[in-house]
């Protein structure tokens, strides 16, 4: 069956920096679509960032964007977050998605001063 596994969460002070990873198994990961999205306490899951199968495409919320880089490593079928400048308003679950079908557990982002 599909897996996806988030890594990387954890605690940070406002303007540093996490590298989220996502560890994906049972599909054709050089054929997915690939998302991040969170979702903050009391809101709604909302999007982050998507990367077309190939990495020559991404896509970011405005929230994000210039802050945010997402990427993938076919060879090693994970795609990753990289988040700098971090905020509180970043503070979240996040989540990593593939197909807009298969959802990871998530990973807690919690940016604090």
């Known amino acids: 069956q599909v897996q996806l596994v988030e890594a990387g969460g954890g605690l940070v002070q406002i303007g540093g920096s996490l590298r989220l990873s996502c560890a994906a198994s049972g599909l054709i990961f050089g054929s997915s679509l690939m998302r991040w999205f969170r979702q903050a306490p009391g809101k709604e899951r909302e999007f982050v960032a998507q990367i077309s199968p190939q990495g020559r495409i991404t896509t970011y919320a405005g929230s994000v964007k210039g802050r945010f880089t997402i990427s993938r490593d076919n060879t090693r079928n994970t795609v990753y977050l990289q988040m700098n400048s971090l905020k509180p308003e970043d503070t979240a679950v996040y989540y990593c998605?593939?197909?807009?079908?298969?959802w990871g557990q998530g990973t807690q982002v919690t940016v604090s001063s």
């Open positions: 998605g593939a197909n807009r079908t298969y």
